[in-house]
């Protein structure tokens, strides 16, 4: 047996040569059944067995990006995610807003939910704190107040971001926040020295895939506005896979011991901003926040 | 407008590449190409330095320092690096570990950053950029009504040098530089500031979309980048500046430790001329770390809560006072 897995995750792995001949989507439906199986086995196993199957599936969607000189896919672009995971990573229906003056505009639309298997897998007290986190939401959530918003939240806001990529690092720079951070491509034993909002990200290319192991994150950012999130034992591993000209698929790999039961995994596709001209535009929030956050410390004007 | 840099600073670029060149007698130096063929301006760059933009007023008249002048004004610069209590009182500032501002006066040995005009002084404030100045100046610095009464590095909201255009400050003085096809991005320490600027010629946004940063457009010409930047708000001040600023930056490797950055602004209803100013950027390892200015903002939080306790104890004592 190739890599010694326990047997139920080995026979799953030969039918990864199967997976090759489907499509991405029916490939999504086919994680989502066997997955729950596969997390019995050992999470060292699954690890690896994830870094086997992207490229299978990257076969499978048979697009080969267009090249950077030094010959690696050409990510280059301003991009930016559709769907409702900002609003809730998990499935959904519609719901109402919390602001009641913003009626519709402010509702919630739902959403089929891009975590695979549908449900994050939190360890009980987690689930608990989740649920506050929920109910807290307006005072809670670290987005309200302008902070970076961390990996991956940061890939899925409804604002683009834009990668320039080069051989050394790749800069990925969002519109939400003026966050930015820096991959780096050349240093694979680069420790981060700090905990950071937005990672300590080295990268490395897979094939067609751009893949970035995230760690040295806080505990201070969230996963959507539904109240998911982590701690500070979070690490992450991205998967950046060109789809087409006009859209990534982006995999993410969520692992955080403290928080979850398992690693779990997220997946959605990355659309390029075709607009003429577009740019990122500036959104410097922090004096959208001001009122919110000092308001109270105001002089008032009886005194 | 089409702004070409005055001819004193291009022959200040010519002094400086022989200068810089010196140290390793590379006078043939060639710059690196990307492999697309644009000149390779890519790195970490540093831009402290001891040398201040404009000429103090005790060496008007003398260009440039001597071998000696500058090696006692990096003693000195030198040694002020200790730290020490703060007066009685005084709460006190950032430890000499937070600060950054260099050690070194510039490797001309130019006595201000400033090139143009000659004497090395921004030129004369409009009547105009006087009057809101002082405006400025007049608003009640302490203690604070509200967030809106700090400037805008304590509000976090642009930093004191990440600009455009960059001027050396006492912290967070180094800038990475991306190539890709189409494209250069700085992204700056301070505050976070990254700055992707396009090179297909596409023209700057419609006058009435503004921003605190403006909007780059940049170009090439023979090895230098040439950065546009208009569009500001009037909001973003830069030495009294107003939305009119019109900032043109060049960027030329000189060597292959040596990025030569210069600057031309201009805004006729806040100086009476253009001016412009030439800073020797200096290779570095870094890394550019993540500078979470705002997510971390206590200071915001505690002078807002200290001036109401002020408030509050002043009212507290007149009352008594009364009775």
């Not at chain 1, 896919?73 to 995610?81: C, E, K, T, V």
């Not at chain 1, 509702?107 to 549908?118: H, K, M, N, Q, T």
């Not at chain 2, 004369?124 to 509200?146: D, F, I, Q, S, W």
């Not at chain 2, 946004?205 to 780059?216: A, E, K, V």
Request: hydrophobic content about 40%; charged content about 25%; aromatic content about 10%.
């Amino acid at each position: 047996m190739l890599f010694g897995f326990p047997s139920e995750t080995a026979s799953a792995f030969a039918g990864i040569r199967i997976l090759a001949a489907l499509t991405s989507k029916e490939f999504g439906s086919y994680m989502s059944g066997t997955m729950r199986n596969l997390f019995r086995g050992a999470f060292a196993a699954v690890a690896v067995l994830a870094v086997a199957v992207a490229p299978a599936a990257g076969q499978t969607a048979a697009y080969k990006a267009p090249r950077t000189a030094d010959g690696k896919p050409d990510l280059n672009g301003i991009w930016q995610a559709l769907g409702t995971a900002y609003w809730d990573v998990e499935g959904h229906a519609a719901r109402p807003g919390a602001v009641v003056a913003l009626g519709a505009t402010g509702a919630v639309p739902g959403g089929l939910g891009v975590v695979e298997g549908g449900e994050i897998p939190y360890q009980p007290w987690a689930a608990a704190k989740k649920k506050e986190n929920a109910k807290n939401w307006l005072t809670a959530d670290p987005e309200i107040k302008c902070f970076m918003p961390g990996v991956p939240r940061a890939t899925y806001m409804p604002f683009p971001f834009q990668i320039v990529q080069t051989p050394k690092s790749i800069l990925m720079t969002y519109e939400f926040a003026n966050a930015s951070r820096v991959i780096y491509m050349d240093r694979p034993d680069f420790e981060s020295p700090v905990d950071t909002w937005m990672g300590h990200a080295r990268g490395r290319w897979e094939g067609e895939t751009l893949v970035v192991d995230v760690t040295s994150f806080n505990d201070q950012t969230w996963f959507d506005r539904a109240g998911n999130f982590h701690s500070d034992a979070l690490h992450v591993v991205e998967r950046y896979t060109a789809l087409s000209p006009a859209a990534l698929r982006y995999d993410v790999t969520i692992e955080d011991a403290k928080v979850f039961t398992r690693p779990w995994k997220m997946s959605m596709p990355l659309y390029r901003r075709l607009d003429k001209n577009v740019q990122l535009l500036e959104f410097k929030c922090v004096e959208f926040v001001e009122e919110l956050m000092y308001g109270p410390l105001r002089k008032k004007p009886s005194q | 407008m089409n702004h070409r840099f005055p001819a004193a600073v291009i022959a200040v670029l010519s002094l400086a590449a022989p200068a810089a060149g010196q140290v390793t007698t590379k006078r043939t130096w060639t710059p690196p190409r990307t492999s697309w063929g644009e000149p390779d301006l890519q790195g970490i760059w540093d831009f402290a330095t001891i040398t201040p933009l404009e000429r103090p007023s005790e060496l008007a008249g003398k260009d440039v320092l001597t071998e000696q002048e500058a090696t006692e004004r990096e003693e000195q610069a030198t040694q002020r690096r200790v730290d020490r209590p703060p007066k009685p009182g005084d709460t006190g500032s950032y430890n000499q570990f937070w600060f950054d501002a260099g050690t070194k006066v510039i490797a001309t040995k130019r006595t201000s950053l400033v090139v143009d005009p000659p004497e090395g002084r921004i030129p004369p404030l409009t009547p105009e950029a006087r009057k809101r100045g002082e405006a400025r100046v007049a608003l009640p610095p302490h203690p604070a009504t509200g967030p809106e009464d700090l400037n805008l590095a304590t509000r976090c909201i642009l930093g004191f040098n990440a600009g455009p255009p960059m001027a050396p400050g006492a912290y967070n003085n180094n800038v990475q530089l991306f190539q890709a096809p189409g494209y250069v991005a700085l992204l700056n320490e301070m505050v976070n500031d990254a700055r992707i600027i396009p090179l297909d010629g596409r023209p700057h946004l419609p006058q009435n979309i503004r921003q605190w940063r403006g909007d780059s457009r940049g170009r090439w010409e023979g090895p230098t980048l040439v950065v546009d930047t208009t569009n500001f708000r009037d909001e973003t001040n830069f030495r009294e500046s107003s939305r009119n600023l019109h900032v043109v930056e060049r960027f030329t490797r000189v060597d292959a430790d040596t990025l030569l950055y210069q600057f031309t602004v201009d805004d006729p209803t806040t100086w009476t001329r253009p001016w412009s100013a030439a800073v020797p950027m200096r290779k570095t390892e870094g890394p550019i770390f993540e500078y979470a200015c705002h997510e971390g903002n206590y200071g915001m939080f505690n002078i807002l809560t200290g001036a109401r306790a002020e408030e509050k104890a002043a009212a507290e004592a007149a009352q008594k006072g009364t009775r």
